[in-house]
C-alpha cells in the first residue's frame, strides 16, 4: 500500500542537480507530500514536504503537478554525502501513518 | 535539543523469546510511531501513539504491542520471536501534525 512509485535508482554527477521523480496517481486532496532519505544504517532523515505548492528549503526543492499526480524532488547541487536512498511518501491525514515506498536509490559519482 | 533516542541499539534473541524496544522521543514532542524495516519488505508502519493512546495501527500480528507513558516515552514489545522479526526497527517522534523525526533504530537479530 505504498501509494507511491519511484524509480529503483539513479545516478547524477557531483555538482549537478539531481531530479528525483515520484508518481502519487491516487493521492487524496489532503494528503501530504513528503520526502525523506535514509543513508545506509541510519534513521530516515526529513528533507522537504508539501501540499500544492512548490516548495523550496535549504536542502532541496519539491516541485508538484498542477494534478498532484506527481512530483520531483531537486537537490540543486549534488554532493558524495547525497548519496542514499530517497523516499517518496504521502502521509494519511488522520495521524502520523507515512507509507514509504521502495524509494530511490541515488549515487552521486566523483 | 536532544533527538530521537533509542534503546538498545543491537540485540540479539532466540527464537519464541520476547523483546522490550525503547524510544525516548525529543522533548515536547507527544506523538511517536514505529517502524520496522527488512531488505525484502522495506519500512512498514506499525502503529503510532499520542497523548498515551494509540492513534494509528499498521498490519502487524498481535504479537506486535507498544505503549506510551505520560513522558511520551514509548516501548515497544514483539512476543514469541520469529526468524522473520529479524529487523531494523525505527522510531519516530513528532509534534502534532509534522514532519517525523527518527532515531537511529535498533537492530534486532532472532537466531
Known amino acids: 500500500d505504498a501509494k507511491t512509485t519511484q524509480p529503483p535508482s539513479m545516478d547524477c554527477a557531483e555538482g549537478r542537480a539531481a531530479n528525483l521523480p515520484c508518481n502519487h496517481s491516487t493521492i487524496s486532496g489532503n494528503e501530504y507530500v513528503y520526502w525523506y532519505r535514509q543513508i545506509h544504517s541510519q534513521g530516515p532523515q526529513y528533507i522537504i514536504h508539501?501540499?500544492?505548492n512548490n516548495e523550496t528549503n535549504e536542502m532541496a526543492s519539491l516541485i508538484i503537478t498542477e494534478d498532484r499526480k506527481s512530483s520531483t524532488l531537486i537537490l540543486p547541487h549534488a554532493t558524495l554525502r547525497d548519496t542514499a536512498v530517497y523516499y517518496c511518501i504521502v502521509r494519511v491525514n488522520t495521524g502520523n501513518q507515512f507509507y514509504f515506498g521502495t524509494g530511490t536509490s541515488l549515487t552521486v559519482i566523483p | 535539543k536532544a533527538g530521537v533516542t533509542q534503546t538498545p541499539r543491537y540485540l540479539i534473541k532466540t527464537r519464541g523469546q520476547q523483546v522490550t524496544l525503547s524510544c525516548s522521543p525529543i522533548s515536547g514532542h507527544r506523538s511517536v510511531s514505529w517502524y520496522q524495516q527488512t531488505p525484502g519488505q522495506g519500512l512498514q508502519f506499525l502503529f503510532e501513539?499520542?497523548?498515551?493512546?494509540?492513534?494509528n495501527k499498521g498490519n502487524f500480528p498481535g504479537r506486535f504491542s507498544g505503549r506510551q507513558f505520560s513522558n511520551s516515552r514509548s516501548e515497544m514489545n514483539v512476543s514469541t520471536l520469529e526468524l522473520g522479526d529479524s529487523a531494523l526497527y525505527l522510531c519516530?517522534?513528532?509534534?502534532?501534525?509534522?514532519?517525523?523525526?527518527f532515531g537511529e533504530g535498533s537492530r534486532l537479530t532472532v537466531l
Open positions: 519516530a517522534s513528532s509534534s502534532s501534525y509534522g514532519e517525523l523525526f
Open positions: 508539501g501540499l500544492k
Open positions: 501513539y499520542f497523548s498515551e493512546t494509540q492513534r
